[in-house]
């Protein structure tokens, strides 16, 4: 029969328990010295712990990531695939109007130039795709395609 390494007691059954930082396995009667590592409580009251699904932290995930191999950028694949809508500039000008904003202040919220914006508003420039999800967030309106 083991020894309890508290208090030297031969018992038939020894609990590990961490005291202090050390591990120990002892009695029953001394169990209540450390925090019990391993029980003999019955499995339907373990279960529920260890049936826990696993929940990878935001660190974890992001060390995974990290790990991937580099692969082109969903952005930039994206780029490819998209283009300005026919209606442009009459979506932009009117978002912008129903914001009752003027083309300086989209130009500002977008930091562009007015010049620019004008351009495009007037159709004489097509915004890059860039430019064109910028509009998108900034007025909240629809302007690429997928081209597949
Ligand atoms: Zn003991």
């Not at 390494?5 to 029953?28: F, Q, Y």
């Not at 660190?59 to 998209?82: S, Y």
């Not at 809508?85 to 007015?114: G, P």
Request: with cysteine; aromatic share 4%.
């Amino acid at each position: 029969m083991p020894d309890c390494e508290m208090c030297g007691k031969r018992v038939p059954n020894l609990t590990r328990v961490r005291i202090e930082g050390a591990i120990m396995s002892v009695c029953d009667a001394c169990q209540h010295f450390g925090t019990v590592l391993e029980t003999r409580k019955p499995a339907a009251f373990r279960q529920p712990q260890e049936a826990k699904p696993f929940v990878p932290t935001k660190r974890e995930i992001q060390q995974v990531v990290k790990h991937t191999p580099a692969r082109p950028r969903p952005k930039e694949a994206d780029i490819e695939n998209l283009y300005v809508v026919e209606e442009f500039s009459r979506l932009i000008k009117e978002a912008r109007e129903k914001m009752s904003w003027t083309q300086e202040d989209l130009a500002k919220r977008l930091m562009e130039r007015k010049n620019v914006l004008s351009n495009i508003e007037r159709g004489a420039l097509v915004p890059d795709i860039k430019f064109a999800k910028k509009l998108e967030r900034v007025l909240g309106i629809k302007l690429l395609e997928d081209t597949s």
